[in-house]
């Protein structure tokens, strides 16, 4: 059978971490699974030859946009300037392939160009939590998701950003082969075959303000300012003036996680930053975020994959 075609854009300025992403998953040669077909990659520019990466170094490339007219799906790896346009050459590259039924794919801000060209017309789509409202003051018409890793319309497939990169392309590969190829795959690159949650949990908080000022960000601001103590469900949803089952469904779409599970994962952050800052013992680290020695104990190692101890003495400023 025909290999499935994959084209990456390349640009001058272009992060190379998304563009490692997508060749890793897609570029590497895969015997060892055994299946009909496995892809095509191609990078291509709008005009082939040296781009400068961010690093200070060039990254050749060989094809220009011609690429585009041919491939099974097209990846935008992010843009080098979120405040600059896009080139309108890309941008019609873009609809073309998408008009004849190429798949098109965004990492981190990417969203933008694929925003620029109108694929995301009247969709929910996602970037990176910082670009979110940038993304949504200039394309009003884009149902903005900052909370998400990636965001599956079928054609046309948006992801957070960096890491999310990789949650999307393994995404990719599980539509395409099943979920037991993409496992071996995220096995072979050593990353987790499916993550929990959303982009939401990593923005910058515990310390800082929620994603936005809606009834769920603001009591995620009250957990984030309560984490000492217990909080419960009813508690939280008081501040946020909805019933305990309509806060719990619309916490878990604002945060791709339930309420319990994500103000763990903020005690453990809270009790990681004390860690690395101060000097009290792990009993009195575990009261400041509302946990017993026992349970923290146990969550940290859950979530960050060490003990508190060995954290310490790793990370301590």
Known sequence: MRRHRIACLAFDGMAPFELATVAEVFAVSRPELDVDWWYRFELCAETP????AVG?????VHHGLDRLRYADTVIVPGVADV???VSPTVLNALRDAHARGARVVSICSGAFALAAAGLLDGKEATTHWRHARLLQERHPEVQVNA???YVDHGSVITAAGTAAGIDACLHLVRKDHGADV???VARRMVVAAHREGGQAQFAERPV????SDDPIGN????ALDNLHRRLSIDELAGVAHLSARQFERRFADAAGLPPGRWITHQRIRAGAVLLESAGLPIDAVAGRVGLTVAGFRHHFRETMGVSPSTYRRQFRR
């Open 208 to 211: 800082g303000e929620p994603l």
């Open 56 to 60: 200070g170094f060039d990254i050749v």
């Open 219 to 222: 009591a995620m601001q009250f």
């Open 182 to 184: 993409a496992a071996r």
């Open 49 to 52: 030859g040296p781009h400068r």
């Open 147 to 149: 909370s998400v890793l």
């Open 83 to 85: 405040r600059r346009d």
